[in-house]
């Protein structure tokens, strides 16, 4: 993480309490997540570095800026399908909640392969394993926040096991004329390959 990192306190967390899988918690349903993709074991324990980016996250930020021209933010109706299908297998689109929750409104295919179910229409907030949501839930608020893209790669590891996400933020506003109001973010995840 950045040096400018500063963690949360376990109070601003998301209820850590075990439930069992759809049970309501707090006025919420935990969703049962698998860990993103399976690891692959590095027996000397020398964990690869996080890769700066990868080609197809580039190219997707730089249609992102063709798309918003001068505005400064791109509206989530300039995003088609066509615009979009080099990466489509990969993305996802959240809608950013008045109450600062995020609900995917677009999960792909391979995303739902990768996380092992379709998440479409889940919260962010509902979604274990709770720790890793609750900093993929961080790197969706920094987006709303500064209004920029965000490359935020996402590591899991234990031991000598390792694998990592690579995955593009983007702010989209909506269609109701407020340009400067992000209503949705455009993810794109690719897991490394080894």
Do not use: C
């Amino acid at each position: 993480m950045g040096e400018n990192f500063k963690p949360i306190p376990d109070s601003a967390l998301p209820d850590q309490q075990a439930a069992d899988p759809g049970q309501e918690t707090n006025g919420k349903v935990v969703i049962p997540l698998s860990l993103p993709m399976p690891l692959k074991e590095f027996p000397t324990g020398d964990i690869p570095k996080h890769i700066a980016s990868r080609p197809e996250l580039d190219s997707l930020q730089s249609a992102w800026n063709k798309i918003r021209g001068d505005r400064p933010i791109p509206k989530r109706s300039d995003f088609d399908l066509m615009s979009v299908k080099e990466w489509a297998p990969h993305l996802s689109i959240a809608t950013v909640m008045p109450d600062m929750r995020f609900q995917f409104r677009l999960f792909s295919s391979e995303l739902a392969r990768v996380y092992g179910q379709d998440l479409t229409g889940r919260f962010l907030d509902e979604l274990t394993p709770r720790d890793l949501w609750s900093v993929i839930i961080l790197h969706y608020q920094q987006v709303v926040a500064t209004k920029q893209p965000l490359f935020a790669p996402i590591s899991i590891a234990n031991g000598r096991w390792y694998n990592e996400v690579s995955r593009l933020l983007l702010p989209l506003a909506g269609d109701d004329g407020e340009p400067n109001t992000i209503a949705f973010v455009m993810g794109a995840d690719y897991t490394r390959v080894f």
